[in-house]
């Protein structure tokens, strides 16, 4: 694809990251880091005057490109959800990030927005950010002076915060690769399928130990119950080390449902979000129960 | 604001334009190419209305700045048929009345479109799938779901679906 590089006092697209986070570093406030534009342009809809300079990263190549090194997967910022939804290698490694790409707006949203895009908005109801968790996801944060790699948990501090700072650049997202033995579902709850705000997600992620019996770890990871994507880490200590054959689904889902604190909002009130966090740990359960017997 | 040039192929047509970093495609394709078969709806992605074709990809118009679509190839509906006859969705549109208060068709068919080029026979839950970022408000889905069939047929027969009409 022919593409250009229009210089421009309010416009930079550079086609190097190096380039990228000069330009960052020398405009810091004054200027606007835009990927997809699907959630910056709404936000700034009636006041895009009030924009001076846009960073558009759309040149940079290798912020678009899905690679495997060794046990780690890279995903670029730039990387699309239909590029996640349709990618061969996350289809393998890790489908419910797949899933939930998939899940997210429409197609014209999905060509446009990014993975990237979607952890520096930093909703609390953003599509990718339980399955990312879940699968123990790290972003790679570079400026000019450092690189930094950061634990999706670590990197969420509120609705719309993370502990992004002036003039640092999310390049990609690193994900370490799954054994064989892991199983995960993704549930989404929303009052339509195309182009809803999530009003509660699950990602479930289990991996079962060399006897392909005994549960060796589990994440469960939610959305839209807090003001950040958020794990419920007492659903460990019930599982790890558990035979799968012996746990208690409607007990595991009376923890999530116990320890989550949604608040009531347009998209659902806290009881119902309560409720329904119980009854889709169940489903998940289940579904992964049926996943693992027909893989052993 | 500071201006800019940017180049870009529109149906076909390469074309430069001067904007602005903060002008949207919409109104790019609108105000200064007066390509106004592209509507905006609700300016914020959810209706489609302002669906266009950039590089190959279903896109709306509204979510993009003018610079970001420089040295890209675009199609509008304008673009769609070749003036003379229509393309085989539109025909499909207006023989099943898939068309009513006709805002929404353009966006319609572009995304009908792309739907086919990628899955030439789709069943109806891809058929709703694929139109899923486009509303109407007034004609009704289930016209627009035969419509979008009745294309898929058309265009399976080698002569492009103009077979009954020719014949």
């Known amino acids: 694809m022919h593409q250009r590089t229009v210089p421009c006092q309010g416009y930079f697209a550079p086609q190097k990251i190096e380039k990228a986070l000069e330009i960052f570093s020398r405009y810091r406030e004054e200027i606007k880091v835009i990927a997809g534009g699907t959630d910056l342009l709404i936000q700034y809809y009636d006041r895009l005057y009030e924009v001076g300079t846009w960073l558009d990263l759309k040149n940079i190549k290798e912020l678009k490109e899905i690679k495997i090194h060794q046990n780690q997967m890279e995903i670029g910022a730039m990387v699309t959800h239909t590029q996640l939804e349709k990618s061969e290698d996350i289809k393998k490694y890790f489908p419910i990030l797949s899933q939930a790409a998939a899940d997210i707006g429409s197609p014209q949203i999905r060509n446009r927005g990014t993975i990237g895009g979607n952890i520096i908005n930093a909703s609390p109801a953003g599509d990718l950010l339980a399955p990312l968790m879940a699968y123990d996801a790290q972003f790679k944060l570079l400026s000019v002076q450092k690189e930094a790699l950061i634990s999706a948990e670590e990197f969420f501090i509120g609705p719309k915060k993370t502990i992004l700072e002036p003039a640092q650049l999310l390049t990609g997202i690193i994900l370490p690769l799954p054994s064989e033995r892991t199983f995960g579902c993704w549930i989404k709850i929303g009052k339509r399928k195309a182009l809803i705000i999530a009003t509660i997600t699950l990602a479930l992620v289990v991996e079962m130990a060399e006897d392909n019996k005994t549960v060796k770890d589990v994440r469960t990871c939610l959305g839209s119950v807090a003001p950040t994507p958020i794990e419920v880490k007492e659903v460990r200590e019930k599982m790890i080390g558990k035979n799968f054959n012996h746990l208690d689904f409607n007990q595991l889902g009376q923890i999530v449902e116990d320890k989550i604190s949604p608040i009531d909002d347009i998209r659902g009130t806290r009881e119902y979000r309560k409720d329904v966090a119980k009854n889709i740990m169940i489903n998940a359960l289940e579904e992964i129960d049926s996943a693992w017997r027909s893989h052993k | ?167």
Not at chain 2, 89 to 118: D, H, S
Request: hydrophobic share 35%; aromatic share 2%.
């Open chain 2, 1 to 167: 604001m500071s201006k800019l040039m940017i180049e870009l192929t529109i149906n076909g047509k390469k074309r430069k334009v001067e904007t602005t970093p903060s002008t949207r495609l919409l109104d790019l394709i609108r105000d200064d190419l007066h390509l106004t078969g592209t509507k905006e709806g609700c300016g914020k992605g959810e209706c489609g209305a302002c669906t266009v074709i950039m590089n190959g990809e279903l896109v709306t118009s509204c979510l993009i700045l003018a610079p970001q679509a420089d040295g890209a190839v675009i199609t509008t509906i304008e673009g769609v048929g070749d003036g003379e006859n229509l393309d085989p969705v539109q025909e499909a549109f207006i023989e099943t009345g898939a068309v009513q208060c006709g805002f929404c068709t353009p966006g319609m068919i572009l995304a009908a479109k792309k739907l086919l080029e990628e899955n030439p026979h789709p069943t109806e839950e891809e058929i709703k799938r694929g139109i899923s970022g486009n509303l109407c408000r007034c004609t009704g889905y289930q016209k627009i779901f035969d419509a979008i069939k009745l294309a898929a047929n058309r265009l399976s027969t080698r002569d492009g679906g103009r077979g009954e009409k020719d014949a």
